[in-house]
């Protein structure tokens, strides 16, 4: 089987089984798809960031090269975003979910096991993966949020509604805990890692709860197409460039190049839906990117092998 087929079947198909499922459920039961929402946002993601960021060990001096490169990288697409913004005159909603959609990727779901694929027998490409996904995360709820606040709500509100997200409090307490080393008591760390595992299938299964209404031609449009170009072609474009400014090589340089590939994050169209800013614009772009980007991926791979190794 070729490296195309292989990350296909083992990252996109269950991907998809689970989006399919989501959409088969939803056009037998019509769930309440902003409860469901409700429960990934304040209970689920939360248990599933904490986990991540209690559990990651790294060197200092690699942690903070990576994450001096991740805060360049970042502000460098939303720099562009914005740009493209505001040349194509798009109009709030369509502009939030275009530059969330070129911006965040998708780093747990389907960033973790690619680097599992490729780094199996080197523990810090996927160790790195891990610090990107974290840190995406934070991205995610942060800047991610307040461009869908941003769109219906204006000062005050917004930080009032950034500080009450469980997700805050859960990077913040997870981080604390780490770095003092303090144990956690099987009987407080079995719940939220069940809380944890149970994220990626419902958030999944949500995202195709979403996409069942959606006609399959409506997703070739050209918001969905732009965002597309944006986080499959130019990103990974930027990353290769900083990723030479900041002298990286070897493995780190490696495992930051492929994960700028990623499709877009799927907690973008989460939030979307919770919010009510462009739901269906969103999903579409989420299910896009994540189609094309079994060619993408892999060609970034390749990439990455010749000039990195």
């Given at each position: 089987m070729t490296f195309l087929g292989l990350i296909f079947l083992q990252i996109i198909t269950p991907i998809l089984i689970l989006i399919v499922i989501g959409g088969a459920l939803q056009r037998k039961f019509a769930?309440?798809?902003?409860?469901?929402?409700?429960?990934i946002t304040y209970c689920l993601m939360p248990a599933a960031v904490f986990i991540n960021v209690y559990k990651t060990e790294i060197e200092m001096q690699v942690l903070m090269q990576i994450i001096g490169y991740l805060i360049v990288f970042s502000l460098g697409l939303m720099v562009m975003a914005s740009l493209v913004c505001k040349l194509l005159n798009l109009e709030k909603g369509d502009a939030t979910v275009f530059k969330n959609g070129f911006s965040l990727m998708n780093s747990g779901n389907y960033g973790i096991p690619v680097s599992q694929l490729i780094f199996h027998a080197n523990p810090l490409g996927i160790s790195i993966q891990i610090i990107v996904m974290i840190f995406q995360n934070v991205l995610t709820y942060t800047y991610g949020l307040y461009n869908l606040i941003a769109a219906t709500k204006s000062g005050l509100e917004i930080l009032r509604e950034l500080l009450r997200l469980p997700i805050i409090h859960a990077l913040i307490l997870g981080s604390l805990l780490n770095?003092?080393?303090?144990?956690?008591?099987?009987?407080?760390?079995?719940?939220?890692?069940?809380?944890?595992?149970?994220?990626?299938?419902?958030?999944?299964?949500?995202?195709?709860a979403q996409l069942a209404q959606i006609q399959l031609k409506a997703m070739i449009n050209k918001m969905v197409i732009l965002t597309s170009f944006g986080r499959l072609i130019i990103g990974p474009a930027v990353s290769l460039l900083f990723i030479y400014l900041f002298g990286l090589d070897g493995v780190v340089a490696q495992s930051l190049f492929i994960a700028s590939s990623f499709p877009t994050s799927r907690n973008s169209s989460t939030l979307a839906l919770e919010y009510d800013v462009k739901p269906d614009l969103a999903a579409q772009t989420v299910l896009f990117t994540t189609i094309l980007s079994s060619l993408t991926v892999t060609v970034v791979v390749y990439v990455s092998t010749v000039l990195f190794l």
């Open positions: 769930f309440n798809l902003r409860a469901i929402s409700n429960l770095g003092f080393n303090v144990p956690i008591p099987s009987f407080i760390w079995l719940p939220i890692e069940h809380l944890s595992d149970a994220f990626l299938a419902i958030a999944l299964l949500l995202l195709g």
